[in-house]
């Protein structure tokens, strides 16, 4: 059984850094995507960045693209979220989340992400 555990999260202010981590384990990661995930108040979930197990093929989300970078450590069985210049706007629940088939192709999407984490709150004030 996939588990997914964020960790990370905070009340940081305009400017600063964080990283998340989402420690993954229950299962071999080869044929998967890892993807970070935000949910801002009142919105939808949304598409942050992902990473696959194998290769570190990676995907950003137009709106972080050069803020925030996505790495993993196979050895811990961990991904993480370094983000960086944050925003107000980066106020949300950040949530990671496993594909089983994200090692041909990145999805965006939340349905094509099988397994989720409980998520983390990430508070940025201005």
């Known amino acids: 059984q996939v588990q997914l555990v964020e960790s990370g999260g905070g009340l940081v202010q305009a400017g600063d850094s964080l990283r998340l981590s989402c420690a993954a384990s229950?299962?071999?990661?080869?044929?998967?995507?890892i993807g970070w995930f935000r949910r801002a108040p009142g919105k939808e979930r949304k598409f942050v960045a992902a990473?696959?197990?194998?290769?570190?093929?990676?995907k950003y989300a137009d709106s972080v693209e050069g803020r925030v970078t996505i790495s993993r450590d196979n050895a811990k069985n961990t991904v993480y979220l370094q983000m960086n210049s944050l925003k107000p706007e980066d106020t949300a629940v950040y949530f990671c989340?496993?594909?089983?088939?994200?090692?041909?192709?990145?999805?965006?999407?939340?349905?094509?992400?099988?397994?989720w984490g409980q998520g983390t709150q990430v508070t940025v004030s201005s």
């Open positions: 990473v696959t197990w194998i290769g570190s093929m990676t």
């Open positions: 989340a496993a594909d089983s088939a994200g090692a041909i192709l990145i999805e965006t999407i939340t349905e094509a992400y099988e397994n």
């Open positions: 229950g299962r071999s990661f080869d044929s998967y995507a």
